[in-house]
């Protein structure tokens, strides 16, 4: 035990600041799309490549008749532009030049801060196009302008038919990254505007990493497409253990969310905060949500901790409860992956020690209460969360089963 202690410490001095991220484990795109998708548009064609809409699950359901239709998938039309694609566009040119700002922000810089608004009505909500809408989903033919080589997944930036700017991430993170923007933005958390497209056509593009994600040079599949809040612009990021709204039910409430969606990437550098130069207001929102839906805690694959229902289904989601706190498995200590890895991974282990407190000791009311809004999304609700990621209709069927049962458990507390 000593000598793997010492082993240990030496691992994490030597490679801290040398190793690199695990790259994901994604296999090469295949040479044509699944036959039972429609093909992708012409790289000079004008119909928008629509978010994909796999077939509808049929999962067991426990709510009323009504809940238990299946609607049809959304159509294959093509979507009605957005009303003001000249302003839209006009808001994101300036974002697109400018480079996002990783510092924290300051106690003196906040000013008419918001972590959480008013849901509305959630059984109303639209779970398969999201905050964004039917109508402000990326509109075809696309054209890259740039390569975004930060975080382990493939990303870059493109501008659509209507001058929107929207980065593109490819890998294992794409397709829950949109599920687990559907849930937040469902009770009331800021989320950017995330769709997921199976197939789309990149005018010019141009990648140093990712290519063996490419076919033809120019197309990439289940890729998610994702653009800034309204005209806001990212200003900083916030902290965990630093922020204004630290001991508050909404705050609290995120904690909570942070553990429904197994989301253990918990780093500071994830969470961003806009700024709406118009108004002055300023949003803090968790904004990289991709390691959500799979494991509690980094692995040495991320074809484990990321998007694979068997790791959620066998993940532990409340660990201890007292009268008054409850103890949740997310974010779990990333410290096996150090040793498993013979410390080649100290980075990784260091980037995200320290945040296992943001599951622990949180108020029963305040887990209670994420409970209560999660429990008013109906079940063809989550099945259409689960639809916007194109995930098949087998794994949304469990991962539904799961998360009921997760909402189950907070309302029961």
């Known amino acids: 035990m000593h000598r793997l202690a010492r082993f240990a410490t030496v691992s994490v001095v030597c490679f801290a600041f040398t190793s690199l991220p695990l790259l994901s484990q994604i296999p090469s795109l295949p040479p044509e799309q699944p036959a039972s998708q429609q093909s992708a548009p012409a790289a000079d064609q004008s119909v928008p490549q629509q978010p994909a809409a796999p077939a509808q699950a049929t999962a067991p359901q426990t709510s009323s008749p009504a809940d238990q239709a299946t609607p049809p998938a959304p159509a294959e039309a093509t979507p009605q532009p957005d009303p003001t694609p000249a302003s839209r566009a006009s808001d994101h040119s300036a974002n697109s030049k400018k480079k996002d700002d990783n510092k924290p922000i300051k106690d003196a810089e906040v ?15 639209d779970m398969f196009y999201g905050a964004g809408g039917k109508n402000g989903q990326p509109m075809s033919p696309f054209r890259f302008t740039s390569e975004d080589t930060n975080g382990t997944n493939p990303k870059f930036n493109v501008t659509d038919r209507n001058g929107a700017n929207w980065r593109v991430k490819l890998g294992t993170e794409s397709k829950p990254e949109v599920v687990a923007s559907r849930l937040l933005w469902a009770v009331g958390y800021y ?49 965990w253990k630093n ?62 901790d990321k998007g694979n229902v068997q790791s959620y289904i066998d993940s532990k989601f409340i660990t201890h409860t007292t009268p008054t706190t409850v103890d949740f ?35 029963r009311d305040d887990a209670r209460w994420i409970g209560s809004l999660l429990g008013q999304l109906s079940h063809q609700q989550l099945v259409d969360a689960f639809r916007a990621g194109d995930f098949t209709p087998e794994e949304t069927n469990e991962y539904i089963t799961v998360l009921e049962s997760r909402i189950a458990q907070l309302k029961a507390l």
């Open 191 to 239: 989320v950017n505007d995330d769709y997921l497209l199976h197939v789309a056509t990149i005018r010019g593009l141009r990648m140093k990493r990712g290519k063996n994600l490419t076919h033809n040079g120019d197309q990439v599949i289940n890729a998610r497409f994702e653009r800034k809040p309204g005209a806001e612009t990212k200003v900083a990021i916030w902290q």
């Open 329 to 363: 498995a997310t974010p779990g200590a990333p410290t096996a992956v150090l040793l498993k890895s013979g410390g080649v991974l100290a980075k990784d282990y260091l980037d995200r020690k320290g945040f296992e407190w943001i599951g622990d000791n949180i108020p």
């Open 111 to 125: 000013h008419n801060a918001s972590l959480w608004q008013d849901p509305g009505d959630i059984a109303a909500k």
């Open 243 to 304: 922020n204004p709204f630290r001991d508050t039910r909404e705050f609290n409430g995120l904690r909570v969310m942070m553990a429904v969606l197994n989301n253990w990437d918990l780093k500071d550098v994830n969470n961003a905060v806009y700024t709406d130069k118009r108004t002055g207001h300023q949003i803090f929102l968790v904004s990289d949500i991709g390691a959500t839906f799979a494991t509690n805690t980094l692995e040495m694959s991320h074809t484990k």
